[in-house]
C-alpha cells in the first residue's frame, strides 16, 4: 500500500510565504511524475505545478515566478515554495504521484489528502 502525506499548509498574509511538502510511504519501487494540484471553493481541481523523475519542471501561469516546485528522488518526497502567495491561492493543495508499487507493475496514480492554504488580504 502506498500513501502520500502532505504538511505544511496554513494561514498566511498575502506577500508571504508557505512551503508544502509531501512523502510517499510504503510500497514504493519507482515514482515517476509528482505534482501539486489544488481545488479552490467552488471550483475544479487544477494543476499547480509538476517535476518529472528527472527534474524537469511545469507551472501553471498563474504561479509563475511565485512558486516553485522540487523533489528529493533518494526521499521520495516533493516539495512546493510558494512566495509572494495572493488571496487568490486559497485552495487545498493535493498531492499526485505515479508510483510503481512493485518491479514489473505498471504506474498508479495517488493522491494525498489534501491541506489547506490560506491567503488572508
Known amino acids: 500500500q502506498v500513501q502520500l502525506v502532505e504538511s505544511g499548509g496554513g494561514l498566511v498574509q498575502a506577500g508571504g510565504s508557505l512551503r508544502l511538502s509531501c512523502a510517499a510511504s510504503?510500497?514504493?519501487?519507482?515514482?515517476?511524475?509528482m505534482a501539486w494540484y489544488r481545488q479552490a471553493p467552488g471550483k475544479q481541481r487544477e494543476l499547480v505545478a509538476h517535476?518529472?523523475?528527472?527534474?524537469?519542471?511545469f507551472r501553471a501561469d498563474s504561479v509563475k515566478g511565485r512558486f516553485s516546485i522540487s523533489r528529493d528522488n533518494a526521499k521520495n518526497t516533493v516539495n512546493l515554495q510558494m512566495n509572494n502567495l495572493k488571496p487568490e491561492d486559497t485552495a487545498v493543495y493535493y498531492c499526485?504521484?505515479?508510483?510503481?508499487?512493485?518491479?514489473?507493475?505498471?504506474?498508479?496514480?495517488?493522491w494525498g489528502q489534501g491541506t489547506q492554504v490560506t491567503v488572508s488580504s
Open positions: 499526485h504521484a505515479n508510483i510503481i508499487s512493485t518491479y514489473g507493475s505498471p504506474y498508479v496514480n495517488y
Open positions: 510504503g510500497s514504493v519501487f519507482s515514482i515517476g511524475v
Open positions: 517535476i518529472t523523475s528527472g527534474s524537469s519542471t
